[in-house]
């Protein structure tokens, strides 16, 4: 018996589980975030858009989120500027009148091995992927508990769901940094469900594998690269694509997750299961 494995995701759904919902998702401009808050507009929500650098990304990703009928509002931060990340959250209080699901999702890789590694690269990593992540989630717990929660809306005072990494477990040489940050990000996270879980705020992360993304690029537009990663890395055998990430933010922005607090979804099409083992244990 031979068997034919699809190369393909399956079309995603949005079912309307976040009616109503008034979310924030940074780095909106391109890959995961884009489909998230895109994801998130096809569930029912209007978006906050924040990006940093490419403005006309974050116009398509509005567009898209007009597209599926739902308001959609751009803001310009640097997540790891303290002042930037405050005003990003005034004026989604002003434009919204609430917040009911944060994403920091905003990151970034600066490659290098540990000994070349300027302290620039390290430094622009950890501000960006974990100090950005802080600040966001305070501002984010502190705008949950002024509003309470509105069980017309969702079971929650709110939601903050991180876009963390296979890396906040697998190492990555010659990206240590960012596998530092990946790594400190769950336990921030853990620590803060821990420590907000009582208030239904739910903290949780989405842990993907090689999406296909703009961060990619390199590893996509090389087919040796690409067949190496498929093959070699990902147990099923496709790339994974952003929208298998986005619905994954969805449900755990959906009250159909309202018990699961201070866990990770790893969305990785196996890639955290050792596939190095496969026929050589
Ligand atoms: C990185 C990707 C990488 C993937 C799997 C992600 O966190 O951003 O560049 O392909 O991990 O290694």
């Known amino acids: 018996m031979s068997y034919v494995v699809p ?12 009616a109503g919902q008034k979310a924030l998702v940074t780095g909106a401009s391109k890959g995961l975030g884009q489909a998230t808050a895109i994801g998130f507009a096809k569930a029912g929500a209007d978006v906050l858009i924040n990006y940093n650098g490419d403005r006309a990304g974050a116009e ?9 009928g739902q308001k959609a509002v751009i803001f310009r931060a640097n ?5 930037e990340v405050a005003g990003m959250f005034r004026v989604m209080q002003e434009e ?3 917040l009911d699901i944060c994403v920091p999702n905003a990151a970034h890789q600066l490659n290098a091995k ?5 302290l620039a690269e390290w430094q622009g990593v950890i501000d960006v992927n974990l100090t950005g992540v802080f600040l966001c989630a305070r501002e984010a717990v502190r705008a949950f508990k002024r509003q309470g929660i509105d069980r017309s809306v969702s079971a929650a005072m709110g939601k903050l769901i991180f876009m ?5 477990v697998i190492p990555w ?18 620590s803060l469900a821990q420590e907000v879980s009582h208030l239904r705020i739910r903290v949780n992360s989405v842990s993907p594998g090689a999406i296909r993304t703009p961060m990619n690029v390199e590893k996509l537009t090389s087919q040796e690269v690409y067949e190496k990663l498929l093959l070699k890395l990902i147990p099923n055998k496709r790339i994974g694509e952003p929208e298998d990430v986005a619905q994954a933010a969805v449900w755990l922005a959906a009250d159909q997750s309202d018990y699961v607090c201070g866990t990770t979804i790893y969305v990785d099409g196996g890639m955290c299961l050792y596939p190095g083992f496969i026929g050589a244990g």
């Open 114 to 118: 540990v000994d070349e590694m300027t």
């Open 60 to 68: 398509e990703t509005k567009a898209a989120v007009e597209a599926a």
């Open 164 to 168: 963390s990494s296979v890396h906040d």
């Open 79 to 83: 997540v790891a500027k303290e002042d």
């Open 173 to 190: 040489e010659g990206h240590a940094n960012y596998a530092a940050a990946k790594g400190g990000l769950m336990l921030f996270m853990k």
């Open 96 to 98: 919204f009148g609430r």
């Open 7 to 18: 190369n393909e995701a399956p079309a995603p759904r949005f079912d309307r589980v976040l």
